[in-house]
């Protein structure tokens, strides 16, 4: 998507504060934290939301969810994270690009 603003960090185009990538995914800090730590993984594809995945994006949520992990390592997460993906705008979704959110660093507030 030509106007996605994820597409364009993922691509290169809008400079980020990477922490991580691979030929998947780009995973950088969040501009607008909501933790010490608040990081943002993208998929370099383009989907606008869990509601468009289908069958052929398995392995990539796989391969998502399996990288998180050695992602929080990095940033030094050893005593835990919180995850988050908000789907649509009524879940609080405010870029239509499918994004995991990875909050820690300290004492997260409760639902």
């Known amino acids: 998507m030509n106007d996605c603003i994820f597409c364009k960090i993922a691509g290169g185009t809008i400079p980020s504060d990477r922490v991580y990538e ?4 780009v995973v950088f800090k969040d501009i ?4 010490p730590v608040h990081l ?3 998929p370099r594809q383009h ?9 052929a994006h398995d392995g990539l949520m796989t391969h998502m ?11 030094g997460l050893t005593d835990g994270y919180r995850t988050i993906i908000n789907t649509g705008r009524g879940g609080g979704q405010e870029v239509l690009h499918l994004h995991l959110h990875i909050l820690g660093g300290g004492r997260l507030p409760g639902f």
Do not use: F, G
Request: aromatic letters at 4%; hydrophobic letters at 45%; proline letters at 10%.
């Open 22 to 25: 691979d030929e998947q995914v």
């Open 32 to 35: 607008y934290p909501k933790a």
């Open 40 to 42: 943002l993984m993208v």
């Open 47 to 55: 989907i606008e939301s869990l509601n468009e995945l289908m069958p």
């Open 65 to 75: 969810l399996r990288s998180l992990p050695e992602v929080a390592r990095r940033a």
